[in-house]
């Protein structure tokens, strides 16, 4: 995956501020779930501050909570 310095049409730059580690994580970590890509980061369920909107983003607030699915 590639980071882009500026957000695209309609994206937003979040700064992660927390990450939760849940019961997901402990799956992999035991071998009953296999994500199919190593290394990976543990901890999906992540909050945190918008920094910069994309064009066309017009309405937005300052703290979110991230869907992994849409990612």
Known sequence: ???EDMP???E???KVKAAGVCHTELHFL???LNL???PVTLG???AGVVEEVG???EEHVG???INPEIL
């Open 44 to 46: 999906h369920e992540i």
């Open 36 to 38: 199919g890509v190593v």
């Open 30 to 32: 035991e071998g009953v």
């Open 55 to 57: 064009p066309g983003v």
């Open 8 to 10: 695209r049409p309609g």
């Open 12 to 14: 937003v730059v979040v």
């Open 63 to 65: 703290r979110v909570v």
């Open 1 to 3: 995956m590639v980071i």
